[in-house]
Structure formats: structure tokens, C-alpha cells
């Protein structure tokens, strides 16, 4: 299992009909034989914006199925949400 920041490089692209621009850098965050997690930030730029847009994206892929894992899938969310509060008020 590797954990961390294991590659990263810049990803941009126009897409002409929507008028974005998307600079944005990635990361491999989590690998191994059954998941591989990317981890995408940067700026979306629409055309006539004033600035850009921050964004970020986290896309978890099942190697075996192929399937883009949501974190609903993985576990339950509520109770997911509750630990990672407790975690940081204590």
C-alpha cells in the first residue's frame, strides 16, 4: 500500500463550446493492486469571468471494475462525517 503523493504532473485543456479553460495539477494520492485515488486543483476560467474559479476533485477508481468509487460507496457518510469531528474537536 502507498500513501501519499506518489506522482503529480499539470493537466490544461480549452474546451471550445463551454468556453472554460482548466489548469489544473494532480496528484496520486493512493495506489495499490485495488484503488488508485487522483486528486485534481487548480483554476476553471469561463469566458468574461472576472477571475477564476478555484477547484478541486478527488476521483477513486476501483482497478478491478473500473467503477469511479464515491464515498458513499465506500462508507457510510454520516457516520464517517461524525469521526472526522470528533477527531478534530479532541
Do not use: Q
Not at 1 to 29: A, E, P, Q, R
Not at 66 to 87: A, K, N, P, T
Amino acid at each position: 500500500m502507498k500513501i501519499g503523493v506518489i506522482s503529480t504532473g499539470t493537466y490544461y485543456d480549452i474546451f471550445v463550446y463551454t468556453s472554460l479553460k482548466v489548469s489544473s495539477n494532480y496528484s496520486i494520492i493512493y495506489s495499490d493492486k485495488s484503488y488508485l485515488s487522483i486528486k485534481y486543483d487548480g483554476f476553471v476560467v469561463v469566458r468574461k469571468a472576472n477571475r477564476p474559479h478555484y477547484m478541486c476533485l478527488c476521483l477513486n477508481i476501483d482497478l478491478k471494475t473500473g467503477e469511479v468509487i464515491r464515498l458513499e460507496d465506500y462508507d457510510d457518510y454520516s457516520r464517517l462525517r461524525w469521526s472526522i469531528y470528533e477527531e478534530k474537536n479532541n
